[in-house]
């Protein structure tokens, strides 16, 4: 069983250019969910890709936005980065069904936006 | 609002010592709640859930709705229980997504 990886694992922007962040999620599981974790906070609810369509978001503006591809992984593009988008970025599969959703989270992506 | 409220930034303790990490929420009906832990270099992990009412490495957490507390206990801890601790909520009509409280570091020292 393979668990979750994200890529790169670190990466340096300027303010005003794009970003993506890729996630592969875990064996089996079809969900995938990112979070944003500023330096001493606790993860950040981003949003939830389920089929490919995103599926719950949190407070973030549409300048963060993602994919879900047919084998369940996804991308996390930021545009227009700003210095407050520096960050570990944390991607969590799940599989979906009627009962828990326990997230598997990957090792992050630390984002640094100078 | 849903919200999760750990108050305590750092915990530290001496081996053997009883552990309590202080976990609050603010949720309206039923919540479903998770601590998960983060040791050093390795990637956040869920250790307990509230509904499986299970012990995990020694680790217990009982729900208490009438304090809106769900604090993470531990009678003896070890040095290698240090790791960060995050307490979290499921969001109210989500698919799973989470609400964390901001974490305590807990310090284990010989």
């Known amino acids: 069983e393979t668990g979750v990886t994200q890529s790169p694992t670190h990466l340096i922007k300027t303010r005003g250019q794009q970003v993506t962040l890729r996630c592969s999620s875990q064996s089996g599981h079809n969900t995938v969910s990112w979070y944003q974790q500023a330096l001493g906070q606790g993860p950040q609810f981003i949003f939830q890709?389920?089929?490919?369509?995103?599926?719950g978001r949190g407070n973030f503006p549409p300048r963060f936005s993602g994919l879900q591809f047919p084998n369940y992984s996804s991308e996390l593009n930021v545009n227009a980065l700003e210095l407050d988008d520096s960050a570990l970025y944390l991607c969590?599969?799940?599989?979906?069904?009627?009962?828990?959703?326990?997230?598997?989270f990957g090792p992050g992506t630390r984002l640094t936006v100078t | 609002a849903q919200r999760v409220t750990q108050p305590e930034k750092l915990l530290s303790v001496f081996k053997g010592a009883p552990v309590e990490l202080k976990c609050n929420y603010s949720y309206s009906g039923s919540p479903e709640l998770f601590w998960y832990v983060q040791y050093s270099r390795q990637r956040l992990q869920l250790l307990l859930r509230?509904?499986s009412r299970e012990s995990i490495k020694g680790f217990t957490a009982d729900l208490n709705k009438g304090e809106t507390s769900f604090h993470l206990k531990k009678p003896f801890a070890q040095e290698e229980d240090s790791a960060m601790y995050y307490c979290a909520l499921k969001n109210r009509g989500s698919q799973g997504n989470l609400i964390f409280g901001k974490g305590t570091k807990l310090s284990v020292k010989p």
């Open positions: 509230h509904i």
């Open positions: 969590a599969s799940s599989y979906r069904t009627s009962g828990s959703y326990e997230q598997y």
């Open positions: 890709y389920y089929r490919e369509e995103e599926n």
